[in-house]
C-alpha cells in the first residue's frame, strides 16, 4: 500500500486526557488500573476514565449524550485534534472527509439505565432515551459528522477487538480508490454492566489488575477508551518526525466463537500480509506492540504466531497492563501509543506482569527500554478470529 501520513491523533484512556497525559503515565510505567468502581457487583479491576458531570454533549447534540459518545466528544476536543480536522475539511471539502470509525458495544451503558427507568405500568422507556443516537452502532458517526459537519463517506465497524484496527483498513482502502482525501479514524468503548457481566460469564477476567505473558496470569481487565486519528497522503516536504501507517493485515481464522486458533495461524497470516504491504520483512520491525489480554489461551496463540513469524528476537510487549483491555477501541489506542513510542524512542514495558510464563517463547518486555524505534507491528485481534496487524514507522 501506499504509506498514509497520522497528520494528528488523540486520545482519552484510563491514563488521562491527551498525548501528553499517556506519554507521561507510560514513561512512568504507571497503570491505569483500579479496583472496579463502576455499576456492577464485581471483583476485578478495571481501566475507567473519570467522565465528570460537566462532560455532558453540547445542548445542540443532546440526543447524543451517552457515555460511550461522552468519551469520543472528550477525545475529539485534545491536542488540537478537532483544529486539524477542520482545516482538513476546509482544504478537501466536508464531501472529501471520510470517517471510518469502529465500536464493539456502542452506547448500551444508555440502554441498560433506561431499562432500569421505564414505566412501571407501560414498561416503557423513558422520553430521554434515545436508541438512534446512543446505542446504535452509527451513532458515533453520525456524533462526530454533526461535530465537524462532515458529508464525506462514513462507516462505523464492530469486529470485536479487531474494531478500530480494522477501521484503518476501510480507510486507506477508501483514500486509494479516490472516494475521499482525508478520513478520521478511531472510535470510542466505554464500561458497561452487560460488558463485564458477559467477560466474567466467559471466565476471562482477572480478580486484580491484568498480567500480560504472566506465569499465573488469570484474565484480562476491561478498560474504556476513546481516540482517533487523521489520516491523509504524506505531502513531498513531510519531515522524518510525521508517522506513517506503512501496511496492515488482515484475516479470519474463524477457529471458535471466542477462543483463538491455538497455533497462531490467522494471527500470523494477518502479521504477514501486514508485512507485505509494507514491503517489509520481519528484521525491519523494532517492536511489536502485541494484543496480549493476559488470557491463558490467547496469550499463547499470539506468542505462537510471533515466534513463528519473528522468532525470539523482536522487543514486544502488551500495554494492557496500562490501560486494561478497551475490546473495540483497543487498535486505535495501541496505534497512538505506537506512534508515541516511535516518536519518543522508547518500547513500553509491562507494568503488572512479573514472573514470564516460561512456556511463552516471545522476547517479552517487562521494563520500559529507551532505543530508537522506526517500525512497530501493532496487533489486535478479536472474538471469531477477527485480526488486524497494523506497521507504523517513520516518515522518510
Given at each position: 500500500?501506499?504509506?498514509?501520513?497520522?497528520?494528528?491523533?488523540?486520545?482519552?484512556?484510563?491514563?488521562?486526557?491527551?498525548?501528553?497525559?499517556?506519554?507521561?503515565?507510560?514513561?512512568?510505567?504507571?497503570?491505569?488500573?483500579?479496583?472496579?468502581?463502576?455499576?456492577?457487583?464485581?471483583?476485578?479491576?478495571?481501566?475507567?476514565?473519570?467522565?465528570?458531570?460537566?462532560?455532558?454533549?453540547?445542548?445542540?447534540?443532546?440526543a447524543?449524550?451517552?457515555?460511550?459518545?461522552r468519551?469520543?466528544?472528550?477525545?475529539?476536543?485534545?491536542?488540537d485534534?478537532?483544529?486539524?480536522?477542520?482545516?482538513?475539511r476546509?482544504?478537501?471539502g466536508?464531501?472529501?472527509?471520510?470517517?471510518?470509525?469502529g465500536?464493539?458495544?456502542?452506547?448500551?451503558?444508555?440502554?441498560?439505565?433506561?431499562?432500569?427507568?421505564?414505566d412501571?405500568?407501560?414498561?416503557?422507556?423513558?422520553?430521554?432515551?434515545?436508541?438512534?443516537?446512543?446505542?446504535?452502532?452509527?451513532?458515533?458517526?453520525?456524533?462526530?459528522?454533526?461535530?465537524f459537519?462532515?458529508?464525506?463517506?462514513?462507516?462505523?465497524?464492530?469486529?470485536?477487538?479487531?474494531?478500530?484496527?480494522?477501521?484503518?483498513?476501510?480507510?486507506?482502502?477508501?483514500?486509494?480508490?479516490?472516494?475521499?482525501?482525508?478520513?478520521?479514524?478511531?472510535?470510542?468503548?466505554?464500561?458497561?454492566?452487560?460488558?463485564?457481566?458477559?467477560?466474567?460469564?466467559?471466565?476471562?477476567?482477572?480478580?486484580?489488575?491484568?498480567?500480560?505473558?504472566?506465569?499465573?496470569?488469570?484474565?484480562?481487565?476491561?478498560?474504556?477508551?476513546?481516540?482517533?486519528?487523521?489520516?491523509?497522503?504524506?505531502?513531498?516536504?513531510?519531515?522524518?518526525?510525521?508517522?506513517?501507517?506503512?501496511?496492515?493485515?488482515?484475516?479470519?481464522?474463524?477457529?471458535?466463537?471466542?477462543?483463538p486458533?491455538?497455533?497462531?495461524?490467522?494471527?500470523?497470516?494477518?502479521?504477514?500480509?501486514?508485512?507485505?504491504?509494507?514491503?517489509?520483512?520481519?528484521?525491519?520491525?523494532?517492536?511489536?506492540?502485541?494484543?496480549?489480554?493476559?488470557?491463558?489461551?490467547?496469550?499463547?496463540?499470539?506468542d505462537s504466531?510471533?515466534?513463528?513469524?519473528?522468532?525470539?528476537?523482536?522487543?514486544?510487549?502488551?500495554?494492557?497492563?496500562?490501560?486494561?483491555?478497551?475490546?473495540?477501541?483497543?487498535?486505535?489506542?495501541?496505534?497512538?501509543?505506537?506512534?508515541?513510542?516511535?516518536?519518543?524512542?522508547?518500547?513500553?514495558?509491562?507494568?503488572?506482569?512479573?514472573?514470564?510464563?516460561?512456556?511463552?517463547?516471545?522476547?517479552?518486555?517487562?521494563?520500559?527500554?529507551?532505543?530508537?524505534?522506526?517500525?512497530?507491528?501493532?496487533?489486535?485481534?478479536?472474538?471469531?478470529?477477527?485480526?488486524?496487524?497494523?506497521?507504523?514507522?517513520?516518515?522518510?
Open positions: 500500500m501506499n504509506p498514509l501520513r497520522l497528520s494528528a491523533f488523540s486520545l482519552v484512556t484510563c491514563l488521562g486526557s491527551g498525548l501528553d497525559a499517556t506519554l507521561t503515565a507510560l514513561q512512568a510505567e504507571r497503570s491505569g488500573l483500579r479496583q472496579r468502581s463502576f455499576d456492577a457487583d464485581l471483583t476485578t479491576f478495571v481501566g475507567e476514565v473519570a467522565l465528570p458531570e460537566c462532560s455532558r454533549l453540547r445542548q445542540d447534540l443532546a447524543f449524550d451517552c457515555r460511550n459518545n468519551l469520543a466528544a472528550s477525545a475529539l476536543a485534545q491536542d485534534f478537532s483544529d486539524v480536522v477542520e482545516a482538513a476546509d482544504r478537501y466536508a464531501a472529501r472527509v471520510g470517517m471510518f470509525l465500536t464493539s458495544t456502542s452506547g448500551i451503558e444508555q440502554t441498560e439505565a433506561g431499562y432500569r427507568r421505564r412501571p405500568e407501560t414498561g416503557k422507556l423513558p422520553a430521554e432515551y434515545h436508541y438512534a443516537e446512543s446505542h446504535n452502532t452509527f451513532a458515533l458517526g453520525g456524533l462526530v459528522a454533526r461535530i459537519g462532515l458529508r464525506g463517506p462514513a462507516i462505523v465497524v464492530s469486529a470485536a477487538c479487531a474494531t478500530t484496527a480494522k477501521a484503518f483498513g476501510n480507510a486507506a482502502r477508501m483514500i486509494a480508490a479516490g472516494v475521499c482525501d482525508a478520513a478520521i479514524v478511531g472510535g470510542a468503548d466505554s464500561l458497561c454492566a452487560t460488558t463485564l457481566y458477559g467477560f466474567r460469564a466467559l471466565g476471562l477476567t482477572a480478580e486484580g489488575p491484568c498480567r500480560p505473558f504472566d506465569a499465573a496470569r488469570d484474565g484480562l481487565s476491561i478498560g474504556e477508551a476513546a481516540g482517533f486519528a487523521l489520516l491523509e497522503r504524506p505531502s513531498p516536504g513531510d519531515g522524518s518526525d510525521e508517522i506513517l501507517l506503512l501496511g496492515l493485515g488482515e484475516s479470519n481464522d474463524a477457529y471458535h466463537m471466542s477462543t486458533d491455538p497455533q497462531g495461524g490467522g494471527a500470523r497470516l494477518a502479521m504477514e500480509r501486514a508485512l507485505a504491504s509494507a514491503g517489509l520483512e520481519p528484521a525491519d520491525i523494532d517492536y511489536i506492540n502485541i494484543h496480549g489480554t493476559a488470557t491463558r489461551a490467547g496469550d499463547a496463540a499470539e504466531a510471533i515466534t513463528q513469524l519473528f522468532g525470539s528476537t523482536t522487543p514486544c510487549s502488551s500495554t494492557k497492563g496500562h490501560t486494561g483491555h478497551t475490546l473495540g477501541a483497543a487498535g486505535i489506542v495501541e496505534t497512538i501509543i505506537s506512534a508515541l513510542a516511535i516518536r519518543h524512542g522508547f518500547m513500553p514495558g509491562s507494568p503488572q506482569t512479573r514472573t514470564i510464563d516460561p512456556a511463552l517463547r516471545s522476547r517479552y518486555l517487562l521494563k520500559n527500554r529507551a532505543a530508537p524505534v522506526a517500525r512497530v507491528m501493532s496487533n489486535s485481534f478479536g472474538f471469531g478470529g477477527s485480526n488486524c496487524s497494523l506497521i507504523l514507522g517513520r516518515g522518510r
